[in-house]
């Protein structure tokens, strides 16, 4: 049934394995929790619904404790907790971390979720949970868990007006007009899937802001949100349009040196905290595809953040403001512009603003190296942003799993310094920063299974564990994701798992491999468009980017050309600067390279993209085929509808496949291998 989808990775159904239920079911008997803290009453509502479902009994609060109780509580409720678990141990949980352990209290045994803060018990209630839905043993439980990130953030790209800017599952889920009046039980259960990922910020508008959105009728509408929202430790930010003191301040400028337009976003920031106590913050995004900002005045991106910064500071408030900038009128390449903007800005910003760079140096595409900021602006916290709506990856028609996309780029070595990977740059370990982020612009609509394409959860619920905890591996959360929203049975969980391992290559491979990028259709970016010139904007233009002659295909980044590789460490650009070396992965994002130039398996270029586009629908065909059999598995109608979405990729690998391979054969001038001259 729809609900099916609309549960997500919160379904709760009754073990399927006897043995395993029946031992469950004597090691819980209740729940007791001696607090009536909001966070606390939502972890244990949360526990009394999940344990009810999973053990198919009904498990209930009680206030005294009995073998097999789950014991929530703060040393400051139970005295006990302090002598067991020590003090320093307990500090070391910070606001958020959890200890989940089994205990004899009171000659009782009880599981014991103790935190320093009342948000570390809600997330170790979900933590339990899960180990229930992926049907783990919770026999000797002995687990600390401390996210490694602090703001762990959904980017809504939502218009006031319900349209969702690359939103692929339908409206947005904010129903303005009715707030805030009415309460959407659908807001809740966004926050309960939220808290169990760990996720503990929404910035829930568009980047390409409406100011209205900073006066009083939208601010008691978003306060109401915002308390639907604080059980779950989840915190509101609004994306600050940066002209808004003229739009609606009457003020005739935005000019962010100027006392007017300062005191115009104190007072505004005051009113916000008025209404919303506990107020996360701004994002912003100036000076970028139009938006305005410090530019306009001659002032830097760090004097825009600064006044907003100045403005939040005495509530305990953040600034994200983001680097996607490039300008049109610039000659330099787009890869380039962003570094050159906020590299000589290190340095610059208030303790509480946090640069916001996107994974890599373009935009979002299928795979990108890593951004050049990273490691190169030590004395700035630099957020993480990643794209969960697919807005280059086939929207939410296409399965593509993207924890390896992730994971990719938090691997890379910077070189910045020892210990600089990617990953530890965001989460402060090489700089020392404290203040630390990574945000994902949400794939989340009104559709009943909130993502469209039912795959599409899964990204969104990577996006939460690994800005938990970016040590886990892509086949860590695909299998946990898997357990939770469909079943255990392993034939499901491994067929599965392998499926969505190997999704994100697959699609490099029949949408751009070899290190192409952004040729895809002008504006709405589906589909192939790599012969398209006529955008308004040169650096919109596919052929910008792939620049196939008659000689060859690539943008040649190294000395000879953009030199956009000398934004990296050396020891970075010695990986790529090379023909010969370069990953092929990454050919084409740095090399302009002859059709008949033979790569590490000795085959020519032309040959190995035709390869490549070959395999990459081959390998849809695969996915297919692996699907079917997972008929007998899950519900009905989430396998009719993800296997009719597969349908539509192949027949899309196809067209992009033929479309790229035909165009770029004009250039190159060569016949697709005889191998592949069958119709199909
Ligand atoms: C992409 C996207 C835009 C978005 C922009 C951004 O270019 O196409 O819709 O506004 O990214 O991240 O600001």
Redesign the pocket.
């Known amino acids: 049934s729809a609900e099916d989808g609309y549960r997500l990775w919160l379904r709760y159904n009754t073990i399927d394995n006897p043995a395993l239920l029946q031992q469950y079911r004597q090691q819980i008997t209740s729940i007791s929790c001696p607090s009536d803290d909001a966070r606390l009453i939502a972890a244990h509502q949360e526990l009394q619904t999940g344990l009810s479902g999973l053990l198919g009994k009904k498990i209930s609060l009680q206030t005294t404790v009995t073998n097999g109780t789950i014991l929530l509580g703060l040393r400051s409720h139970l005295p006990f907790i302090r002598k067991l678990v020590g003090d320093t141990a307990l500090a070391r949980l910070g606001e958020e971390g959890f200890i989940i352990r089994t205990v004899k209290h009171e000659g009782k045994n009880v599981t014991l979720i103790t935190a320093n803060k009342e948000a570390g018990i809600l997330y170790g209630a979900f933590h339990f949970l899960r180990l229930l839905q992926t049907q783990q043993s919770i026999q000797q439980l002995s687990i600390t868990s401390v996210p490694k990130i602090k703001l762990r953030l959904l980017n809504h ?1 939502d218009n006031l007006n319900r349209t969702v ?2 939103g692929y599952a339908g409206g947005s889920i904010w129903d303005w007009q009715r707030l805030p009046g009415y309460i959407d039980q659908r807001y809740i259960d966004y926050a309960r899937a939220n808290a169990s990922i760990g996720i503990n910020g929404a910035a829930i508008t ?3 802001a409406n100011a209205i959105l900073l006066t009083e009728e939208w601010l008691q509408k978003v306060a109401a949100l915002a308390n639907a929202f604080r059980p779950y430790n989840i915190k509101i930010y609004l994306t600050a349009r940066f002209s808004a003191p003229v739009e609606i301040g009457k003020l005739k400028t935005a000019d962010p040196l100027n006392e007017e337009v300062r005191k115009w976003w104190k007072d505004k920031t005051d009113e916000i905290y008025k209404h919303i106590p506990d107020f996360g913050g701004f994002l912003v ?1 100036a000076n ?2 139009g ?1 305005p900002g410090p530019q306009n005045y001659q002032r830097t991106h760090a004097d825009g953040a600064n006044m907003l910064a100045d403005a939040v500071a005495p509530h305990g408030g953040i600034v994200m403001w ?1 680097a ?1 900038v490039y300008s049109n009128e610039t000659p330099e390449d787009r890869f380039k512009q962003a570094y050159n903007d906020f590299k000589p800005l290190d340095g610059q910003f208030r303790k509480n603003v946090l640069v916001q760079v ?1 994974n890599g140096p373009i ?2 595409q299928p795979r990108e190296p890593f951004h050049p900021l990273f490691g190169a602006m030590p004395q700035t916290p630099l957020m993480m ?1 990643y ?1 969960l709506t697919q ?1 280059y990856l086939g929207f939410a028609t296409h399965l593509v799993y993207l924890a390896p996309l992730f994971k990719e780029v938090l691997d890379a070595d910077t070189h910045a310094k020892n210990n600089s990977t990617v990953a530890q740059i965001v989460d402060g370990t090489t700089d020392g920063h404290t203040l630390t982020g990574m945000a994902g ?1 949400s794939n989340i609509g009104s559709d009943i299974n909130w993502t469209g394409h039912p795959f599409g959860q899964a990204n969104w619920y990577t996006l939460g564990r690994l800005a938990w905890d970016n040590t886990l591996t892509s086949a860590q959360i695909a299998n946990e994701w898997i357990r939770q929203t469909f079943t255990n049975k392993q034939a499901f969980v491994d067929t599965v798992q392998q499926l969505m391992l190997a999704s994100r290559e697959i699609q490099v491979n029949y949408m751009t491999p070899l290190g192409l990028h952004h040729i895809m259709g002008y504006s709405h ?1 589906y589909g192939p468009a790599p012969w398209y010139n006529k955008a308004p904007r040169a650096d919109w233009n596919p052929v910008y980017f792939h620049k196939a002659d008659s000689i060859g295909i690539g943008f040649d980044r190294t000395a000879a050309g953009s030199n956009a590789l000398a934004q990296y460490q050396p020891a970075v650009q010695q990986q790529f600067e090379n023909m010969a070396t370069c990953p092929e992965t990454f050919l084409l994002w740095f090399h302009h390279v002859p059709w008949d130039y033979r790569v590490h398996s000795g085959k020519t270029l032309w040959e190995t993209m035709c390869d490549k586009y070959y395999s990459g629908v081959d390998s849809v065909r695969w996915m297919q085929h692996r699907w079917e059999g997972m008929k007998n598995y899950i519900d009905a109608e989430r396998f009719s509808q993800i296997k009719q979405l597969l349908a539509i990729q192949e027949q899309e690998a196809v067209w992009w496949r033929n479309a790229c391979l035909l165009y770029f054969q004009t250039f190159s001038r060569k016949p697709i291998p005889a191998k592949y001259e069958k119709p199909d």
């Open positions: 790209w800017e690359r568009n980047v390409n995004k970028s595809e938006q983001r996607f996107k935009d979002f942003e794209q807005e612009v970016h």
